[in-house]
């Protein structure tokens, strides 16, 4: 693995990203407006909470959502080129490793990801939301967008279908994006669900960033399950990546 390979990976992201980014911006700001203003705004009006206002509460789980989302669907274009388009076999044939190739990928998702999450702050702001921003809220992010990414890559490597990735949204994004603490507390699930759902990543990034977003201390336990998110994710994507690189 080395930088130039990698930049060189980022950078064709990039480009197709620059080209469309008008476009990407304000469809970014389709899902947070309607989220802010059926939750924020409507069904917050009748939710009443000690901390602070329902929008406050919910800001840091549509941030957290969002960055699933965004650095999932980035991803998801790897797997027309590996089965329909058949391109990715110029990145297997260019002397870039698997390595180089895995991480250029996530750091376009993980760029992507922030530009939606800036969208959506500042789409917050407006609507009158309190938060406190910080660098480790960002850096919660980053490893949030690269557990997602490496999710979409690992789907895209093994999956032939397009119904089977359609599955992929199914049965493991859209669960965690309203169990995982995005829109409540998961204080509230029964026990046994709520031990599951704790082994979840987005549990944790949404706990993460609603105590950074209220200037709280972070629960230093959900960073090393993230972390450890990050790296399972990266060796079972390498490994996937790396059997099309030997064929």
């Given at each position: 693995?080395?930088?130039?390979?990698?930049?060189?990976?980022?950078?064709?992201?990039?480009?197709?990203?620059?080209?469309?980014?008008?476009?990407?911006?304000?469809?970014?700001?389709?899902?947070?407006?309607?989220?802010?203003?059926?939750?924020?705004?409507?069904?917050?009006?009748?939710?009443?909470?000690?901390?602070?206002?329902?929008?406050?509460?919910?800001?840091?789980?549509?941030?957290?959502?969002?960055?699933?989302?965004?650095?999932?669907?980035?991803?998801?274009?790897?797997?027309?080129?590996?089965?329909?388009?058949?391109?990715?076999?110029?990145?297997?044939?260019?002397?870039?490793?698997?390595?180089?190739?895995?991480?250029?990928?996530?750091?376009?998702?993980?760029?992507?990801?922030?530009?939606?999450?800036?969208?959506?702050?500042?789409?917050?702001?407006?609507?009158?939301?309190?938060?406190?921003?910080?660098?480790?809220?960002?850096?919660?992010?980053?490893?949030?967008?690269?557990?997602?990414?490496?999710?979409?890559?690992?789907?895209?490597?093994?999956?032939?279908?397009?119904?089977?990735?359609?599955?992929?949204?199914?049965?493991?994004?859209?669960?965690?994006?309203?169990?995982?603490?995005?829109?409540?507390?998961?204080?509230?699930?029964?026990?046994?669900?709520?031990?599951?759902?704790?082994?979840?990543?987005?549990?944790?990034?949404?706990?993460?960033?609603?105590?950074?977003?209220?200037g709280e201390e972070i629960f230093?336990?959900?960073?090393?399950?993230?972390?450890?998110?990050?790296?399972?994710?990266?060796?079972?994507?390498?490994?996937?990546?790396?059997?099309?690189?030997?064929?």
């Open positions: 693995m080395n930088l130039r390979d990698i930049g060189t990976v980022f950078w064709r992201d990039w480009i197709v990203l620059k080209r469309r980014l008008v476009k990407f911006i304000f469809s970014r700001m389709v899902a947070p407006l309607l989220y802010l203003t059926a939750f924020g705004l409507g069904l917050g009006r009748s939710v009443n909470l000690n901390s602070g206002s329902y929008l406050d509460f919910i800001v840091p789980g549509i941030i957290a959502l969002n960055s699933m989302n965004i650095s999932f669907h980035s991803v998801i274009p790897i797997h027309a080129e590996r089965v329909y388009h058949k391109s990715l076999e110029e990145y297997l044939l260019s002397p870039i490793s698997a390595d180089s190739f895995l991480v250029g990928k996530i750091a376009g998702a993980v760029l992507r990801s922030l530009i939606s999450t800036v969208i959506i702050i500042l789409l917050a702001a407006i609507f009158g939301a309190k938060f406190f921003l910080s660098i480790n809220l960002f850096l919660v992010l980053i490893l949030n967008s690269i557990i997602f990414a490496e999710v979409g890559i690992f789907a895209a490597m093994k999956l032939s279908t397009y119904e089977e990735m359609a599955q992929v949204n199914t049965y493991v994004l859209l669960p965690m994006s309203f169990m995982c603490g995005t829109f409540f507390s998961t204080g509230v699930l029964p026990e046994a669900l709520r031990f599951f759902v704790n082994c979840l990543p987005l549990t944790h990034t949404s706990q993460l960033l609603r105590a950074l977003t209220n230093l336990t959900s960073v090393i399950i993230l972390s450890v998110y990050v790296l399972a994710g990266f060796f079972f994507c390498r490994r996937a990546l790396q059997k099309l690189y030997d064929d």
